[in-house]
């Protein structure tokens, strides 16, 4: 018996179609990994957005040695955190470790 549905024109028995099926309820249960299939780039602002802020601080940390002025140092000194945290998230993205300690 040939199942019309099936684009590849493979015929499943009953029993291969069910548990098909409950392979696919049991994977569409995982918030985590149907928000992954939805967008499969990932995070492509992570990478831009920490060069972004490395230049940005840099820039804000030579203009804070030249101009002594305290706007800019508080600047660089609010601005400087962030970019290093996003910068240590940096290098967990291709290993996909991100929220594995959660159930």
């Given at each position: 018996?040939?199942?019309?549905?099936?684009?590849?024109?493979?015929a499943?028995?009953?029993?291969?179609r069910?548990?098909?099926?409950?392979?696919e309820?049991?994977?569409?249960?995982d918030?985590?990994?149907?928000?992954?299939m939805?967008?499969?780039?990932?995070?492509?602002?992570l990478?831009?957005?920490?060069?972004?802020?490395?230049?940005?601080s840099?820039?804000?940390?030579?203009?804070?040695?030249?101009?002594?002025?305290?706007?800019?140092?508080?600047?660089?000194a609010?601005?400087w955190?962030?970019?290093?945290?996003?910068a240590?998230?940096l290098?967990?993205?291709?290993?996909g470790t991100?929220?594995?300690?959660?159930?």
């Amino acid at each position: 018996m040939e199942n019309r549905n099936d684009p590849d024109g493979i015929a499943l028995s009953p029993h291969e179609r069910v548990a098909l099926w409950r392979i696919e309820a049991e994977l569409s249960e995982d918030r985590r990994l149907v928000r992954r299939m939805r967008h499969p780039g990932g995070r492509p602002w992570l990478p831009l957005s920490v060069a972004a802020l490395t230049c940005t601080s840099l820039l804000l940390l030579v203009m804070g040695i030249l101009t002594s002025d305290l706007a800019v140092l508080w600047c660089f000194a609010a601005l400087w955190p962030v970019t290093l945290l996003l910068a240590f998230r940096l290098p967990r993205r291709p290993t996909g470790t991100e929220g594995r300690g959660r159930p």
